[in-house]
């Protein structure tokens, strides 16, 4: 069984910067792709990025890209997604997702897609003030 844990989130003003950190027990994540979604309040479950397993391709929503960054370290099981000019649009609960790291995977469709994933976190809160 795969467990993902999310830190790092919390309360900040409008153009300020959190790190969230996810990280996975109970199977080698290096052998998986990782992505990140956020919901907000009465909103669906929306894409943020992802990164292969390797952590040579990632991938971004329109929304984020530019502003955060996604990586990885293999060794320590942990993905990470680096957030700056944070604005109050990304006041949500920010989720981490393991998925396979197959040749389908690096299609639109797949990897911006929660069904892609097998294993999911409980989620941080990110407030952004304005």
């Known amino acids: 069984q795969v467990q993902l844990v999310e830190s790092g989130g919390g309360l900040v003003q409008a153009g300020g910067s959190l790190k969230l950190s996810c990280e996975a027990s109970?199977?080698?994540?290096?052998?998986?792709?990782m992505g990140w979604f956020r919901q907000a309040p009465g909103k669906e479950r929306d894409f943020v990025a992802a990164?292969?397993?390797?952590?040579?391709?990632?991938y971004y929503a329109d929304s984020v890209k530019g502003r955060f960054t996604i990586s990885r370290d293999n060794a320590k099981n942990t993905v990470y997604l680096q957030m700056n000019n944070l604005q109050p649009e990304d006041t949500a609960v920010y989720s981490c997702a393991l998925g396979p790291d197959r040749p389908w995977y690096y299609s639109v469709g797949h990897y911006n897609t929660g069904r892609t994933y097998e294993y999911w976190g409980q989620g941080t809160q990110v407030t952004v003030s304005s």
């Open positions: 109970g199977r080698t994540s290096s052998s998986y792709a």
């Open positions: 990164i292969n397993k390797s952590g040579g391709r990632t």
